[in-house]
């Protein structure tokens, strides 16, 4: 690919783009262990009630119904990740993705990242986008709106700068 390669377009932030995201970015949930504050909220609620420990049970009710709200949050995450992100303030706002031999950068509103190659741990391909690993962090981009050259430029230019 030439230096001088540079790639600019636009798409929205919209409920199918947030769904895509998080489908695509999102860990997949297993059962036992993201449960598990939950159970240790149902069974220290049990305890207080079943023993006595308190003078009143309130508490012990507390935690009961603490560890439904938290079991019920589980396994609603995805409705209510989309439905924060869908009543955002950048829901409905352009975003214009650059991506050039310096590395990616999105400008919308008052949001101007610029990530350069070398900051990208990972690049990882899914079925519809290509996820950015930065340390803990996932940045997704769709290739709804990228063509074959550019996605090979990204893995090529990844490619590169983890081997310098």
């Known amino acids: 690919m030439s230096k001088d390669f540079d790639f ?10 947030f769904a895509e995201c998080y489908d695509q970015t999102s860990q ?11 159970i240790l909220f149902l069974i220290f609620g049990v305890v207080l009630l079943e023993f006595e420990l308190l003078p009143n ?16 949050s589980v396994y609603c995450k995805r409705t209510w990740w989309l ?3 869908t009543i955002s303030s950048s829901r409905g706002k352009k975003v214009v993705l650059q991506i050039n031999t310096d590395g990616v950068r999105y400008k ?15 690049l990882e391909q899914s079925d519809l986008g290509l996820i950015l690993h ?7 981009v769709s290739k709804s709106c990228l063509n074959e050259e550019v996605i090979a430029f990204m893995v090529e230019q990844h490619a590169a700068a983890k081997s310098n």
């Not at 919308?108 to 741990?121: F, L, M, P, T, V």
């Open 8 to 17: 600019t377009t636009e798409y929205t932030f919209d409920k199918p783009f």
């Open 28 to 38: 997949p949930v297993k059962f036992p262990h993201a449960y598990l504050k939950g």
């Open 57 to 72: 049970g309130y508490v012990g009710w507390f935690f009961i119904v603490l560890s439904v709200i938290e079991a019920f």
């Open 83 to 85: 439905w924060r992100q």
């Open 108 to 122: 919308s509103g008052k949001i101007d990242r610029q990530i350069a190659w070398g900051e990208i741990d990972q």
């Open 134 to 140: 930065l340390g803990k962090q996932r940045q997704y």
